[in-house]
């Protein structure tokens, strides 16, 4: 089994409301890439785990498996930007907001400097809801408008409907 067939498997078990199902797939899938050592793919379904932990209300759970994940991982990882990123929500998530706030604007910078626009979009968008919360909204604009352009830059390299979609988004804001 591939980490991309059981991330999809997974998530359509998710998406079905098959929560059990996709935490057996997960278990399934780390033991067989621990079996092979590989610490990539394992770190990555630790994480995927972690996402429906997180779906399902356990934010404690979730942010103990990002964590683990991302010290799996490593700070080269192509991923850890984005479970970073996962950290920081769930720190807000429990209420540690100025932990969360510092995690995602680290992950920023980290996403920024690796041109990774998906977690750049993610933070953002966070970030965006963290000045909200504070009641700084010309702020939150600032942030959720870098949001939105680094999900249309994003969109550039997707399908002409998916790009539409984004381009349709960014219009509204």
């Not at 998530?93 to 680290?106: F, I, N, Q, V």
């Not at 990774?116 to 909204?137: K, M, T, Y």
Request: net charge negative.
């Amino acid at each position: 089994m591939s980490t991309t067939c059981s991330a999809m498997t997974a998530s359509l078990h998710v998406s079905a409301g098959a929560l059990d199902a996709a935490h057996a797939i997960l278990a399934e899938a780390r033991k067989l890439f621990e079996s092979r050592n590989e610490r990539l793919s394992t770190a990555y379904v630790i994480y995927l785990d972690a996402t429906v932990l997180d779906r399902e209300g356990h934010p404690e759970e979730a942010l103990a498996r990002y964590q683990e994940a991302a010290a799996m991982a490593g700070p080269a990882s192509p991923v850890s930007t984005e479970m970073g990123v996962r950290i920081g929500w769930s720190l807000g998530r429990l209420g540690r907001h100025d932990e969360s706030r510092a995690r995602l604007e680290t992950s920023l910078d980290l996403a920024v400097a690796a041109g990774e626009l998906r977690a750049v979009a993610d933070a953002s968008a966070l970030l965006a809801a963290d000045h909200v919360r504070r009641g700084e909204d010309e702020e939150a604009c600032t942030r959720l408008s870098e949001s939105l352009d680094a999900l249309a830059e994003l969109a550039r390299g997707l399908s002409p409907v998916t790009r539409a979609r984004a381009v349709s988004v960014r219009a509204f804001a």
